[in-house]
């Protein structure tokens, strides 16, 4: 039988399928079942043992087929390919464990803020609180559309996340792990039958990156561009793009009491403009400061009864009076919430905007030696786009303890499934097409690297967005950094100048360098290796750090 069909029989012959209820039924189910506590401020927490703290890229699949082969950068580590017949046996492994639930839940949601290309996603779960959690991240389907859009595509996604594959007939199927087991989790993607399987990941982030990642393979098909960013505009209605690999910043600056959110974390840019394609935000909350961030804080942590609220609290420390400490990281240092756009102070209702005026790189150097803030002409930002360059740090994929240097390409590599010309040449034709004005912004270490200097107070950061998207930086003197090949600005209103150039910071100047050298290798090398045989402009290679 047809794997869709095999779903809708076993959810139609399922004596208990809760479809479709409304937020407070689901936060109540949630609670019945013991699935989250209610929090002093009633919001919900729930704990996600390890290794479901984080995403799991080695555990990620895409299902090989001859319909979506050719659209896909096998080459890419992180397109990791499963063969049809491996993902039909999980594929009814997980119908029979669904059968054998009390209990199933349906939601029928949207993602997609621009209906012309909205994409209906059903999601099944034997989980409230996952439920509870695609009526926080996907979208409501608008009235109006749902024929057209039903009719046209559609992506069912069956989400397991406690249970655990029986490994016995998986070997030489699935992952290895070190110790010689099979992997006992998959999160598959089958592009070709619009079917996704989360199976044994706990992650919010699992279910909502593979979303993400699915727009991010149908989209260009349709000459969108899908973007790992978040969205914000001003007064005037003049659009800003936050681009940036995880914990760079995308949520946190964002989130501006004095600019209309879109979105934290997934955009499309089309010929409509920019629109988000998620309901909420997924905000980390290791040592969130009420002070520094507290649009953030007061959507997670405003009090309400714990039917109106919903928002999702996974892995943070919480005591037994309900109260959280979110400096502890014993759990993991990625902790998060999920929470509904309209919990924040200052949203766009509508999640779509313009065509970006700025756009801004997002990196977050542990090394501290890129500038806190530099602008790109159009070569050096097709160069960056290419690179996505940042440390990763601990937490957001299992396995990372320290900073380590990471390129993934359009600061999102993991959820970019096609063959990196489809996004690029889309991003250089748009942004030359609209003038955009692109900056990079360094929200990692100053005065040296991890470990000695520190990292850039969000406040000083803060001052650097608003100079560079208010067009304050667009008369003042630049600097060039020869090793990066930036433009600096020498003067940033609300920043003191010495720390512009990441070299007045460092007590050490020849530490300095050494380290910047070495960084500016690690480019080089990288795309070397990335790019060495692709045919990229000379101008933009010209560009690379260490070239
Ligand atoms: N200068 C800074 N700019 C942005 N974020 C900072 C800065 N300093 C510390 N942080 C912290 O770094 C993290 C950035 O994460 P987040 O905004 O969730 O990134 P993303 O959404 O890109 O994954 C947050 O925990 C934030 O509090
Ligand atoms: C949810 C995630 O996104 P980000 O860290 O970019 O917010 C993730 O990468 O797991
Ligand atoms: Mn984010």
């Not at 059968?99 to 949207?110: H, I, L, P, S």
């Not at 979303?211 to 561009?225: A, D, G, H, R, S």
């Not at 102070?345 to 790189?361: A, C």
């Not at 433009?487 to 920043?495: I, K, L, M, R």
Request: glycine share 8%.
């Amino acid at each position: 039988m047809e794997l869709k069909a095999a779903l809708t029989d076993a959810i139609d012959s399922h004596g208990q399928i809760r479809k479709n209820l409304t937020r407070e039924e689901s936060i109540k189910d949630a609670v019945d079942r013991k699935e989250a506590l209610v929090t002093a401020n009633g919001a919900l927490a729930t704990w996600t043992p390890a290794p479901s703290t984080g995403r799991a890229p080695l555990d990620t699949l895409i299902v090989r087929r001859p319909e979506s082969d050719s659209n896909i950068d096998w080459d890419s580590p992180n397109n990791l390919p499963v063969d049809a017949e491996t993902f039909e046996m999980l594929w009814a492994d997980a119908l029979s464990v669904l059968a054998a639930k009390e209990t199933v839940y349906v939601t029928d949601r949207v993602v997609g803020a621009d209906p012309a290309y909205a994409l209906p996603v059903q999601t099944i779960t034997d989980r409230a609180l996952t439920s509870l959690f695609t009526l926080n991240m996907f979208r409501d389907v608008p009235e109006g559309i749902e024929e057209s859009i039903f009719a046209k595509r559609g992506f069912t996604l069956l989400v397991l996340p406690y249970d655990k594959i029986d490994t016995s007939r998986y070997e030489g199927r699935l992952r290895e792990l070190p110790d010689g087991r099979t992997s006992d989790m998959a999160i598959v993607m089958d592009f070709a039958k619009g079917l996704g399987l989360v199976y044994g990941s706990a992650y919010g982030g699992s279910v909502k990156k593979l979303i993400f990642t699915v727009m991010n393979y149908y989209l260009p098909l349709e000459n969108i561009l899908p973007i790992h960013c978040s969205a914000n505009e001003n007064s005037n209605g003049e659009l800003s793009l936050f681009l940036g690999l995880s914990g760079t910043g995308k949520t946190t600056l964002s989130a501006d009491a004095n600019r209309a959110l879109l979105g934290d974390d997934e955009h499309g840019w089309s010929g409509n403009g920019v629109a988000n394609f998620e309901n909420g935000c997924y905000a980390k909350l290791i040592d969130l400061n009420p002070e520094k961030e507290p649009e953030i804080f007061n959507a997670v942590f405003h009090e309400d009864d714990y039917l109106n609220h919903g928002a999702i609290v996974e892995n943070a420390m919480m005591y037994p009076s309900g109260k959280f400490d979110l400096s502890d990281d014993r759990m993991t240092p990625n902790s998060r919430a999920s929470y509904p756009l309209t919990f924040l102070s200052n949203i766009k209702p509508s999640s779509t905007g313009n065509n970006p005026k700025t756009v801004v790189f997002l990196t977050a150097d542990a090394n501290g030696v890129l500038p806190p803030i530099s602008r790109l002409n159009p070569a050096q930002a097709m160069l960056w786009f290419l690179l996505g360059y940042t440390s990763k740090l601990a937490g957001t994929e299992t396995g990372i303890v320290d900073p380590v240097s990471t390129f993934s390409r359009f600061f999102g590599q993991p959820f970019m499934p096609c063959l990196p010309h489809i996004y690029s040449d889309m991003l250089g034709h748009k942004m030359k097409e609209h003038d955009t004005v692109v900056y990079l912004i360094n929200t990692g270490w100053s005065g040296g690297p991890y470990g000695v200097g520190q990292r850039m107070d969000i406040t000083l950061t803060r001052a650097m967005v608003d100079a560079a998207l208010d067009g304050k930086l667009e008369n003042v003197k630049y600097q060039r950094d020869k090793l990066f090949h930036l433009d600096v600005p020498v003067f940033c209103p609300g920043v003191p100048s010495k720390i512009l150039m990441p070299e007045n910071t460092w007590p050490d100047k020849n530490a300095y360098k050494e380290r910047a050298i070495k960084l500016s290798l690690e480019f080089s090398d990288y795309f070397d290796k990335a790019y060495g045989n692709k045919n990229i402009d000379d101008d933009v290679r010209k560009q690379c750090p260490g070239k």
